[in-house]
């Protein structure tokens, strides 16, 4: 059964439309029982059901009915394969609908702009690309099954420091190359039920209230079809919130929000249209989402724990193996330090935080696989109760149990404490009491396999030179337990791929002179050089590059390829890589071949390289396999502030084929033929800029006077003067060029090319 939402606008009173822009609790809309509208529920649950049937507590983050954790976006990121997300996406809505839940509200697509974001366990990648590629994956899943999903934190959404307020002031070309296109991917490539807006402004105007962000961008220019809902508590203007684009606040500030809204109707200051507008989206909404308010249904809860522990272990990722330490075999005797053995860290701290159907103990795990002869917690975490051991009573205990040992497995990571919604980290370090541990464990015996737990990346340079095999296994959900096990013991292959970069310090961070902002105001100054882009661009070493990672088996490359397709002006432009890979070891593994794009010599600043492809190829010991990957022409683009759009820079282009952005297998260079991007001359174009257009020079030296003629032939007086515009040097005497020959040097130019000056609205300018 669905709702006839045009019916239903003739019907409603202005007071009843008011209220359904607004919720009538906190996780449900409102309904309007006399006309048989229903009232649907949403719930947190970007990696795992935070449902919180009837009214929830006050800030809604207790109570929650027990559902899978799934691993949390910075361990599944790792995994780099869409098609898991999908699956995980299914099994989320398996759970959704056995809630009686309409909406799941996720995934969290913001880029990880600093490694010390409190929420970037919320979040894919620091690669726009990568992060809309597997934000698609889950959505997809999610949505097949008739639960709709909460893209979010739209847009800019970065920090936790005064998330509410804090104005983050970002440059147009930087919004769309870095921080909107994962939002972009998803809503054109999914189209999710639902967008959240987030806390903060974006150029001066809070993201609830900003018409370019909510109709300009996501409707007019992507085509949304859905509904744009508020981040719990971001409308601070409800009127302005519906006009500028926002359709359900939430949660509702009752009755206060849907009286202003008619007031503001009654007396002009909101258009009656736009409120139907705003009413239509939220009727649709529940007409799509009310079918899960009558269904009986269960779910596998045992299936689901084993999906998450297949998500898990194919998240995690092979840092170091020294000596293939790795894996370990029964016979090896095996000590395990670190009290995240013994009690798991799994997921992070917030909107986010599930209550499982059970957990998994990776130090039971490991006992069920290898020959483990003692444990040892190594170090406190959280408050040490009274009477406990000191930290060099522990030390010293991890220390002999290391002695007796063939093998010492050291868990490390961060407590719940450094890591949360609602605050950013300070630093990047881990615990000092435990890398004190890990010294006095790798003292007393250096075959040391190090596990990380951590929802955000650490400095590693304290800890490399202790573990000759280290694996990071991130928050890994409630079967983390199990996963780690299995990559221990080789039962997993790991196959992760680091989806940020881990760096050697804050301070070699792009953002680190910017972050978090003050009083009241964030600059993104590094501009598009988040990651993998900053490091490159300033030629930093880092500890892992962006996309990195081992495996127990070795791959090899051959016969890379690439096939041009289309054109730059018919909007077309496409490319086949195409590449063959080789399992070259006795081991079943998984390569995720990764392609990255190159503009050799381009007119404005660009990354050095940028992902623009990838595929995750599953191969048996011994195989090969033909992997191909398709690039569009958006592979290619830049955004043009001068143009207000996407263009094409005419020229030669490098293909990269690569294991992880530092490590380039083949180069393929193509030649990109296409219109010129140079915006067109005019009076302001300065000298070197008509000198530098074929026909701009042309013209110029052609009705060029004796003075102004000889003024060309001077190649040093150009270097001086050449940045100059053309109308400052019109004012200048005996240079053979005034007001009026100037005016027919552009009158020229515009009837032969035929160009004239384009105009675009920014984020900033309506």
Known sequence: MTLDVERLLTELTLEE???????????????????????????????????????GDHVG????????????????????????????????????????????????????RSPLCGRNFEYLSEDPYLAGELAVGIVDGIQSCGVGTSLKHY??????????????????????????????????????WTVMCSYNKVNGTSASENRWLLTTVLREEWGFEGLVVSDWGAVYHRVPATRAGLDLEMPPRLPRSPEEVAAA?????????????????????????????????????????????????????????????????RGVRVGVVGEFARTPRFQGAGSSQVNPTRVDVALDEIGTVLDVVGFEPGYAVGPVAEGGSSDEELRSAAADLASRCDVVVVFLGLPPADESEGFDRTHMDLPASQLATLA??????????????????????????????????????????????DVLCGATNPSGRLAESVPHRLEDTSSYLNFPGDSGIVRYGEGLYI???????????????????????TFGYADADVTLSGSVEDGDLAARVEVTVTNQGSVDGAEVVQVYVRDVDSSVHRPVRELKGFAKAWLSAGSSQRVGIDLDQRAFSYWSDLLHRWVVEPGEFAIEVARHSRDIVETITVTVDGPSVAPPLRRESTLKEWLADPIGAEILRSVASADAGGLLADEDLVNVIGTMPMSTLAAFPGRGLDEDSLDALVAAYQERTGRREGTGTGPDEE
């Open 155 to 192: 847009a800019a959404n970065n920090q936790e420091e005064d998330r509410l307020r804090v104005d983050a002031q970002v440059d147009e070309r930087t919004l769309r190359e870095i921080y909107l296109p994962a939002f972009e991917r998803v809503v054109t490539g999914a189209q999710p």
């Open 17 to 55: 439309k008011a209220a359904l822009t607004s919720g009538s609790s906190f996780w449900y809309t409102a309904p309007v029982e006399r006309l048989g509208i229903p009232s649907i529920m949403v719930s947190d649950g970007p990696h795992g059901l935070r449902a919180q049937p009837g009214t």
């Open 61 to 112: 983050l207790g109570g929650s009915v027990p559902a899978t954790c799934f691993p949390t976006a910075s361990a599944i990121a790792s995994s780099w394969d869409p098609g898991l997300l999908q699956r995980v996406g299914a099994a989320l809505a398996q759970e959704a609908r056995a809630t009686n839940l309409s909406v799941i509200l996720g995934p969290g697509v913001n880029m990880k």
């Open 265 to 329: 109707v009654r007396d002009g200051a909101l258009d009656g249209d736009v409120l139907d507008d705003r009413v239509r989206a939220v009727l649709r909404l529940v007409s799509r989402g009310m079918h899960v308010l009558e269904l009986d249904e269960a779910y596998d809860e045992e299936a689901h724990h084993a999906l998450a522990r297949e998500a898990a272990g194919d998240s995690v990722v092979l840092l170091e193996n020294a000596g293939r330490l790795l894996p370990l075999s």
């Open 531 to 553: 990651g993998y882009r900053g490091y490159d661009k300033s030629r930093l070493d880092v500890a892992y590059p962006f996309g990195f990672g081992l495996s127990y088996t």
């Open 440 to 485: 006095a464990v790798a003292a007393a015996n250096p075959n040391v396999v190090g596990v990380l737990v951590n929802g955000s990346t650490v400095l590693l340079d304290e800890v490399r030179p202790h573990t000759p095999a280290l694996v990071e296994a991130w928050l890994g959900g409630q079967a983390a337990g199990g996963a780690i096990a």
